[in-house]
Structure formats: structure tokens, C-alpha cells
């Protein structure tokens, strides 16, 4: 026990940020924000999901102390890119697609759940629900203890509209070009959703807004994001996975 590799050390709660050494003999679980890099209208940066995601992840991790069996919990480097295809004509969106996201997700469950007990993907983009289903569930039929769940907020709007614009406020005030918020089409988006199967956003929204940013607030914002952490920490701290994998 004299020796530095043996010395007991704190244990970190940022992945990223860890060594090997920390990481020996430990068995903790891995909440990874995942994300995606696409446009959220003229006022909004291009990785509001992900900076959305990743935001309530370190504050449950960090702040929240969930509570998980198996050994601590420690948050992941984000997931930076998704299946934004329904973005695509607007600058700055990168999108790798379903298939591509789903391949992602399952080989980096696979590896992660050698030294990890268990595994949490925390969703930011709607469009990345399908892949987090289908390799969540893959992985999970090869007994590897993984699950995800969303950023959700009650009666939030669709996208880059009062929710995301006023949660942003709250987490990131300086990235919000305030000039620029303008209204967008505030259809249901159950409404919206044929003609944006065919011609994306852009069918619907010159803006790339869904919703109304200009009644966003710092005050909604930070209603929402708690709202969002405590159903995140609750969500991981009762670990029940459905059918689809999902945290309920």
C-alpha cells in the first residue's frame, strides 16, 4: 500500500476527467448526455440539445447525488452529433442519421459496459428516439444493464420555441441572440408532422422555429430545466426500464 498506484483517491464524477487508475476495480454508472449539432432557428446555437442534455446530467450527477446500485455515478462526455435528417437545408446542421446513431450507441454500450455497471443515455433531440430504442434494446437482450430517458418538460413546444429558448436563459443566457428571436409556426406539431416528413422544417417554418421564443424567460427557464433534472434523477434513481428501454 505504499505505493502511489495503490493510494486511495477520490473518486470523480466527470468520465472524462478520470484516469484508469480511478476507474480500477470500480463498477460505477455511466450517464451519457446525447445530443445533436442542427440549427434551432436565427437565435439559438447549433448545439442547444446537446448543451440542454448535458447541462441536466452534471446537475443530477453533481447536485442531485442519485442514487444507483452497483457503485457511484459519474457523467460522460456527450454525444455531440444525432438524427437531425429533418434539419437538413438549414446551415450548420450535421446529421449522421438513424442507422448511424444506432450503430454509435450500440458499440459504445458494448464497450463501456466491460468496466461499467450500468449505462444511462439522456436524450436532448426527439429525432434521436428511434436509434436510443433499437440499440437500447439490443443491448439490453445481450444482459447488458442499460437504459435512457428524456430531457422531458410538461407542454413544452416543439423546437427552438419558448421551452428550449427559455431553458437556455436559464443555462447559457450569453449564446441566446436576443435580436433574433422571432415566432415561428405554432401548429400542433401533430399538425405539422406530414408536411414535415416530406420537406422537413423548412416545409413548415422558413425560421426553423417551431413555437414562440419571444415569450421565453429566465424565470420559465429555470422552472423547466429543475422540472427536467428532478424527472432525470428520479427516472435513473428508480431504474425501471419499459419495454422500449426507456426509464419510466
Not at 477520490?10 to 480511478?22: A, D, H, I, N, Y
Not at 442507422?99 to 436532448?124: K, T
Not at 428520479?234 to 428501454?245: E, L, M, V
Request: aromatic share 4%; glycine share 10%.
Amino acid at each position: 500500500m505504499n505505493s502511489s498506484y495503490h493510494r486511495r483517491v477520490v473518486f470523480p464524477t466527470e468520465l472524462g476527467k478520470s484516469t484508469s487508475k480511478q476507474l480500477k476495480g470500480v463498477s460505477p454508472t455511466v450517464v451519457i448526455p446525447v445530443g445533436s449539432t442542427e440549427q434551432h432557428g436565427p437565435h439559438l446555437p447549433l448545439d442547444t440539445d446537446t448543451r440542454i442534455a448535458t447541462a441536466v446530467v452534471d446537475a443530477a450527477v453533481t447536485d442531485q447525488g442519485i442514487t444507483a446500485s452497483g457503485g457511484p455515478i459519474m457523467m460522460a462526455p456527450a454525444i455531440t452529433y444525432g438524427a437531425s435528417g429533418e434539419h437538413e437545408g438549414f446551415a450548420g446542421t450535421v446529421s449522421i442519421g438513424t442507422a448511424a446513431l444506432e450503430y454509435l450507441l450500440v458499440e459504445y454500450g458494448r464497450s463501456a459496459a466491460n468496466w461499467a455497471a450500468r449505462l444511462v443515455f439522456v436524450n436532448g433531440h426527439g429525432g434521436n428516439v428511434a436509434a436510443l430504442i433499437a440499440a437500447v434494446c439490443r443491448l439490453r437482450a445481450e444482459s447488458r444493464d442499460v437504459a435512457w430517458c428524456p430531457c422531458a418538460a410538461r407542454d413544452g413546444d416543439a423546437h427552438a420555441g419558448h421551452t428550449e429558448t427559455s431553458v437556455l436563459l436559464h443555462i447559457s443566457p450569453a449564446l441566446v441572440c436576443e435580436d433574433e428571436r422571432r415566432a415561428g409556426n405554432r401548429a400542433p406539431l401533430a399538425e405539422l408532422m406530414p408536411t414535415m416528413r416530406q420537406g422537413g422544417v423548412a416545409a413548415v417554418s422558413d425560421l426553423g422555429v417551431l413555437g414562440d421564443p419571444t415569450t421565453a424567460t429566465v424565470t420559465e427557464g429555470e422552472r423547466i430545466f429543475t422540472e427536467m433534472v428532478d424527472d432525470c434523477v428520479g427516472r435513473i434513481s428508480r431504474w425501471a426500464p419499459g419495454t422500449d428501454g426507456m426509464l419510466t
